[in-house]
């Protein structure tokens, strides 16, 4: 093979060090292909032109990278990426440190190479890993669990041995069982609603800022720390928020017909709220804006930001507005609008990765993510005492689409998100009572319940048809006995996260793939 072993070498080091899957059938068919004696000639030249296609195209098979389908269906967005992003992530991805010392290590292995005979050894090293997983496999068994979370007038899930696949299909078969039904009997709502949708905001995102006990959390009535938002992205987690009425659907199905009462807003609308919808963006990258009115109940519904202070560029390039000055001027016209309840729909990438502000010396969103943090809290803490202040009743939600994925792993470099796991679905939600006296303790309420969209939901549902106003109306502490959980499933189109009742995290990429235990 001559130097070729050399590739198998530094493939089985990146593979043992957790840095890289190693399928060892197709790496001993690509080694046996080197091997293969051919006379001098023709055949030769062929193989030596056909062998660098195969040796990359099989180095990225074996990378925890995204698939080729998923890389070419998003050629399009990569394009407006600015220059100076693109080299950032590809500074994440290639280590130069670790480029130069691949680099010593070959050229030691060139002088070796004159007195060793590396062939054996490469294919030993390919053989060492079918020995090695059949020594150490600890397989995905099917266990015994209560499948999905029970469902209001029935009895909860029986336990029963299930293959993961099998406990799958059983959450989505609870999950379309679940249905809100937005009634109030003619009443008027009794308050506002607010909801902000953050993009890039984790639990594992504050605690690697050092934000996660930040002062805005303490002034919340009720945070809730399990909420898993299902999704990795900001498409699919807007339309999950949307359409929380109903239970947690498949990737797929949120692309497909929906029942219209599922949708959040026109049920509140239904209510005789008026329903708005407000970006801190243009909303055209991935046709955010234009997948919010055709596929989120949005339409006619959605206002673009408009002459507002520019806070920042997006990493198209785009302009991203000042969150307070949206919020502050949204509140403004509200008190305007007479008696009639308001429901808002607040979307911000502030912290979305990629973004540039001007004046900050660093132009890696790595590094600037910590001050746009601290940016955006203070600013919803400034929103918050400012309707505060006018003494209307708000029930204020905070709800991020996903994290940032700053920590990154051994799958997926810093900021990918193509596997949708606990670090990057687990965000931080704020249920916040405003001019509501008596609705709460006093004190936050941390509530650990592993909740989604449904519960949280089935809670202001709770709250509307009870108003925390009326004398006698259940405490925050009794209506939380009554929250509807929802085991753990996040996904995206590729992938699938789940988490059993009991049991660890599992991982399927690929509907015909095997089921992997995630330990990142």
């Not at 195969?54 to 990278?65: E, K």
Request: overall charge neutral; aromatic content about 10%; glycine content about 8%.
């Amino acid at each position: 093979m001559r130097h070729w072993s050399f590739y198998f070498f530094a493939k089985l080091a990146l593979f043992y060090s957790d840095r890289l899957n190693f399928h060892w059938r197709e790496n001993l068919l690509l080694a046996l292909f080197l091997l293969w004696p051919l006379a001098p000639g023709r055949l030769q030249t062929v193989r030596a032109w056909l062998a660098w296609p195969l040796a990359l195209g099989l180095l990225y098979y074996d990378s925890f990278l995204p698939s080729l389908e998923r890389v070419l269906s998003q050629v399009s967005s990569l394009a407006n990426f600015r220059l100076d992003y693109l080299m950032e992530l590809l500074g994440r991805v290639v280590d130069g440190r670790a480029l130069l010392g691949g680099l010593a290590v070959f050229v030691l292995y060139l002088l070796l190479a004159r007195r060793i005979r590396f062939t054996p050894l490469a294919f030993a090293g390919i053989f060492s890993v079918p020995i090695s997983a059949a020594l150490l496999a600890s397989p995905v068994e099917s266990v015994p669990v209560s499948v999905g979370a029970p469902v209001p007038g029935q009895e909860g899930g029986a336990a029963t041995a299930q293959t993961p696949d099998a406990q799958l299909q059983a959450f989505y078969a609870n999950e379309a069982q679940r249905k809100l039904s937005f009634s109030l009997g003619g009443a008027t709502p009794p308050f506002d609603i607010v909801v902000l949708q953050v993009c890039s905001l984790s639990w594992d995102d504050l605690e690697f800022v050092g934000l996660r006990d930040h002062p805005l959390f303490r002034r919340f009535d009720v945070v809730f720390t399990q909420f898993n938002s299902a999704a990795s992205y900001s498409g699919p987690a807007a339309l999950r928020l949307t359409r929380g009425s109903c239970g947690q659907t498949s990737h797929q199905d949120l692309y497909e017909g929906v029942d219209p009462a599922c949708y959040l807003f026109p049920s509140l609308e239904q209510l005789g709220y008026k329903v708005q919808g407000l970006l801190n963006h243009d909303g055209k990258f991935d046709e955010f804006a234009r997948m919010l009115e055709a596929r989120a109940g949005m339409a006619g519904r959605l206002e673009l930001p408009s002459n507002a202070p520019i806070a920042m560029r997006n990493f198209d390039g785009s302009p991203i507005f000042s969150d307070i000055a949206l919020l502050r001027r949204w509140w403004q016209q509200r008190q305007s609008q007479g008696s009639q309840p308001a429901a808002l729909y607040y979307n911000t990438v502030s912290l979305h990765d990629g973004n540039h502000v001007e004046g900050i010396a660093s132009r890696s969103s790595l590094d600037t993510y910590k001050p746009r943090l601290s940016k955006l809290l203070a600013d919803f803490d400034q929103f918050i005492s400012e309707l505060e202040s006018t003494g209307r009743p708000v029930l204020l939600l905070l709800i991020p689409e996903h994290g940032a994925a700053l920590r990154g792993d051994r799958f997926q470099i810093s900021g990918m998100r193509e596997i949708p796991n606990p670090r990057i679905t687990l965000v931080p939600v704020g249920m916040k009572l405003i001019g509501m006296p008596g609705a709460g303790t006093g004190s936050t309420i941390v509530n650990n319940t592993p909740v989604s969209y449904y519960g949280v939901n089935a809670l202001v549902l709770d709250l509307l048809r009870d108003s925390p106003l009326n004398a006698g109306s259940p405490s925050l502490e009794q209506r939380l006995q009554q929250l509807q959980a929802t085991d753990f499933v996040s996904e995206n189109a590729d992938v699938v996260m789940m988490r059993p009742p009991q049991g660890n995290y599992l991982m399927r990429s690929g509907k015909n793939s095997s089921w992997v235990n995630y330990v990142p």
